[in-house]
């Protein structure tokens, strides 16, 4: 812990007051837009924004100077043109500020010599007064425990156990509301930039330090300091997953990322190589990235690769197994026990092998409750894959049908959903072992709400839940290693 | 036209009337559910059920036989006992009834000789009288224009151009909610189960004839007529574009498939060589293959696989541009002209490139209008992908700086907001080619929304949008060589 509070990312991510540059009685201009984002997520320390003329911004007053400032500040975020970044690192220096975010762009990104030739000179200045800022051409932080969110959107997710280091920096604010769709949300999120002074691997050892992080994302472009990164990467991930989405391995995506962040990017297979012998599990997609991180975060480790589909529908369920394959996971064989068990639970449509399809339900209180719970004791069986699909509207029809009221009816269906949604969040509590959902349904409904809030992980796909077992058993592999 | 209206599944799709077998008082029954289902819905013509002592069920005056009904029935409908199946085909049969869809379970799809022998011997019933039957082991099917939905499940999308035949049955239902997430809906879905009469080719010939079917999903677990089936796709993927999902590629998935509805799969390499050679787009999972049917239905065809991306945040960009040779796109070079159009809309911090990265707009109302057409004006460029952030949030925050009540901004951002998706909606239409957009938002907000609902084709990433239009390419070079 003391190492967390020692690291010098600690004071940008936990200020207690901060110095803002570049907000103005303009509203539309970048800066106003991320100190009003500030302020809207509620942060309680003092925020002083510094601007030569105005008085008064955003209802709090201003300074002209960093040195009229009444208090020490913590951390400076300088939303200000590329030419007077300079200058302002320098009063904060003399003011004895010591971390800093630099949002503003137009330095090593740029094509040519006169940026690189800026950026060399902010860092000397910085290291002359022992200042570390992140960025420059970053979009700041967010630690939602704290509050603190220095980028230009409204962070509307949950506080949550993901941490991210990114290369792009509005991506980690178009993330907030993809983490949303799970009732989701960032422990620690960092925009890299230019990594000037602090870098991904800087950024994987606070995050690896951080106690409200579960597992770590990174959206990499290219790596800086090779050899470095993976001495640290290995030696975070036998403590906390990693996760990594790495964007430079096709000529495409490699152009894209050079002309983004200026970052050298190497072949795929060469990142390949170095994520598999660091136990980063590497994601395809960005979809991928927070699939991978919502099991990776919430789910035990599994003991082997053997894996049981639970389904009523048999579509799902098929493409369930047939992504097991592509996943590196194998159809568990059931064992005599389990199918003995299963048996009278069955009616006579349904297929009792391994996708288990149940069809339809004897006992609507089956498929979500007794027979996962039968599937998961077996001990030919390391994880289990539920197809979640809450008969809902079918169940309400029927209700329905029984000449209840609309309200009634509603009232049942809603209280037969909450309780079955119970049962099933606490299945990996109860057995030690991984149980993920899929569904085609979002949070627009009740039981995926439920389900998700108390604990789940559903992803919205079989596919897409059987991938996220996948990288699970991948990573467990490599946990082994260490055991 | 007369070819669609007297293909053997017209009546079973347009029934004037549909005599119910199943229904009763006891209203959670899988009978008593569909029925409640298809009158939700809406359904216009005479609905007769036939129940031998329940005299009304659903409010709906019930006959004890099929013979009692006062009127020629179009469709019967049977979810009985798999014992009374073969009676009840025989009253039909007898009763003049011509077409009908067993829900009824129990047949080929059970091991075991009975099953086999008890369709063989409905099929034989069937012939005696020229009746056409779909299933056995099916759900039913829907037509949206005509409020036709037998299902289980409520039909909530709206009325679309998807035309969808499958081989596993509740998967059609469940598919519902997940075109709804697109504002997409089925213009015609048919359940499969065992084929005893009615296979895939037939339903491939006849959404190829539906004339509100632009672009037809097959779910896939084996082909049963192979030569056949080769003969009739080619046919139609001349016409209309047709997306397959097959599962019975792995050994798992087969296996899964195989205990569903009894057909026989072969391996993933044979299907991938049949699915050539017909035209056939093949999508690797249940969200591809709706991704790909979005796209392919509503996108003109390119002219080549030159790609153009525009973005404002790097990170979504350069996973467009990095997924762009996975869908065999290439990143296309920009010609003098467009760059020297581009260069002063754009901010110093922008990338002139391709993509073109924003970073932010000088002018908001660039993003969306102005950058896109002059890409698609290019010669060197035959589709745009356009990442569909808008920056919703942000313009809020900015509008309520200046002072506006919350009520007079959010009237502002949304008239913004229909305005930008209204020009980008036309994007295609004005200019001929394909442009498809990607976001992390849903239709939650009003941005996606509008957007979707004013004909832009909108995917949740930017990977999924790039591999959507690498799908449409493939078609549009099995359409070249016929044109």
Request: proline content about 5%; hydrophobic content about 40%.
């Amino acid at each position: 812990m003391n190492d967390f509070k020692n690291n010098p990312l600690y004071k940008i991510m936990h200020p207690k007051n901060i110095a803002f540059w570049g907000a103005s009685s303009n509203s539309m201009s970048m800066g106003s837009i991320q100190l009003a984002s500030l302020l809207m997520l509620g942060f309680e320390g003092n925020v002083y924004p510094i601007h030569p003329r105005d008085k008064e911004i955003k209802g709090l007053k201003a300074y002209s100077r960093i040195s009229d400032v009444p208090e020490k500040v913590d951390l400076a975020i300088l939303v200000i043109p590329t030419a007077i970044v300079a200058q302002v690192l320098n009063d904060c220096g003399e003011a004895g500020v010591k971390r800093a975010i630099v949002v503003s762009a137009g330095f090593s990104e740029k094509e040519g010599k006169e940026g690189k030739e800026l950026q060399k000179r902010i860092v000397e200045i910085a290291d002359s007064y022992g200042i570390k800022f992140l960025g420059p051409n970053c979009i700041g932080v967010v630690n939602s425990y704290l509050k603190l969110n220095t980028t230009f959107n409204p962070y509307d997710a949950a506080p949550g156990f993901i941490g991210m280091a990114s290369q792009s920096g509005s991506f980690i604010t178009q993330m907030f509301g993809h983490l949303s769709k799970f009732g989701l949300g960032f422990s620690q999120a960092l925009s890299l930039g230019n990594e000037a002074m602090i870098d991904l691997s800087d950024c994987l050892e606070y995050l690896a330090q951080c106690p409200k992080t579960k597992v770590i994302a990174l959206y990499i472009e290219g790596i800086r300091r090779g050899r470095h990164f993976v001495e640290i990467a290995k030696k975070v991930s036998k403590i906390k997953p990693i996760v990594s989405y790495y964007i430079g391995g096709s000529e495409a995506g490699r152009r894209a990322g050079q002309s983004h962040t200026g970052a050298m990017a190497g072949p795929d297979r060469l990142y390949d190589g170095v994520f598999r012998q660091c136990g980063i599990i590497r994601a395809h997609s960005i979809e991928e990235l927070f699939d991978f991180c919502y099991v990776l975060g919430t789910q035990p480790l599994p003991q082997g690769n053997r894996l049981a589909i639970l389904t009523h529908s048999g579509g799902p369920g098929a493409a369930a197994a047939d992504s097991a394959e592509r996943a590196g996971l194998e159809l568990a064989e059931l064992s005599p026990a389990t199918l003995q068990a299963l048996a009278p639970l069955l009616p006579y449509t349904a297929s009792v092998k391994n996708p288990v399809d149940l069809t339809f339900a004897k006992n609507l209180n089956d498929y979500m409750a007794t027979l996962p719970r039968i599937l998961l004791k077996d001990q030919q069986i390391d994880s289990l894959f539920l197809y979640c699909l809450m008969p809902q509207q079918r169940v309400m029809l029927g209700v329905l049908g029984t000449g209840q009221g609309l309200e009634q009816a509603q009232q049942i269906v809603s209280e037969y959903v909450k309780g079955q949604s119970a049962i099933a969040a606490n299945l990996s509590l109860e057995s030690g072992k991984p149980a993920v959902g899929g569904t085609f349904g979002d949070r627009s409904e009740l039981f995926v709400r439920e389900l998700q809030d108390r604990g789940m992980t559903v992803l919205p796909s079989p596919e897409r839940g059987v991938a996220g077992l996948g990288a699970l058993y991948r990573y467990s592999k490599w946990r082994k290693t260490f055991s």
